[in-house]
């Protein structure tokens, strides 16, 4: 009886050791193995600007052309007074796709900033974590009603440098591999822009 006892305790063992340690592995495959890798991410927001500005139109950055971006097949967010086309992140983020989809097309600010949807900016919340936010940088379009894609009939292009207004230095965004893709408006001390 005794052997009995100690053969089953051993078989328990082993079997609990293989559960745990596929279920391990499998959430290690499931959190790094989906993410996209920033410079991907940032080759496909350049392809995306150069389509646009092969077109010969102008597209400007405002809410009525982000609302236009409202689901997981082409997603745009306003957060913080900067443009992002998140879509080829959808698959990757750790609070599923639901969370981000909520989203799409919208001044996501309050969301992103709580990890809440549904968040307003008195129900506070959680905040993303700096990964995160070096991340989003490589999503960046550019700033709300900023122009990217040709302007003029002659084709020249405006330019947009990162904006700097009501952004922390920590999620500001850096346009160095976009410097000659969209402009940045002029904001006067009334905060009208121009």
């Known amino acids: 009886m005794k052997k009995l006892a100690t053969i089953s305790l051993f078989i328990f063992g082993v079997v609990l050791t293989a559960i745990l340690t596929a279920g391990l592995v499998f959430y290690q495959n499931n959190k790094n193995g989906n993410q996209v890798s920033g410079s991907k991410v940032d080759v ?50 750790p ?22 949807p549904y968040a307003t900016s008195t129900s506070g919340g959680r905040n993303h974590s700096s990964n995160a936010r070096n991340m989003l940088k490589d999503y960046y379009l550019g700033a709300l009603n900023s122009v990217i894609g040709s302007t003029s009939s002659t084709g020249s292009k405006k330019t947009n440098t990162s904006p700097t207004d009501s952004v922390s230095p920590a999620s500001q965004p850096t346009t160095t591999s976009l410097p000659s893709k969209v402009i940045k408006p002029i904001i006067t001390p009334a905060g009208q822009i121009t």
């Open 44 to 93: 496909l927001t350049q392809e995306k600007i150069k389509q646009i500005e092969a077109s010969g139109k102008t597209l400007v950055l405002n809410m009525a052309e982000i609302k236009k971006h409202n689901n997981s097949a082409d997603c745009w967010m306003l957060i913080s007074g900067n443009v992002y086309d998140i879509t080829s992140f959808f698959g990757s983020h």
């Open 95 to 116: 609070g599923g796709n639901a969370t981000m989809e909520a989203t799409c097309g919208t001044n996501a600010t309050d969301a992103y900033d709580t990890k809440d």
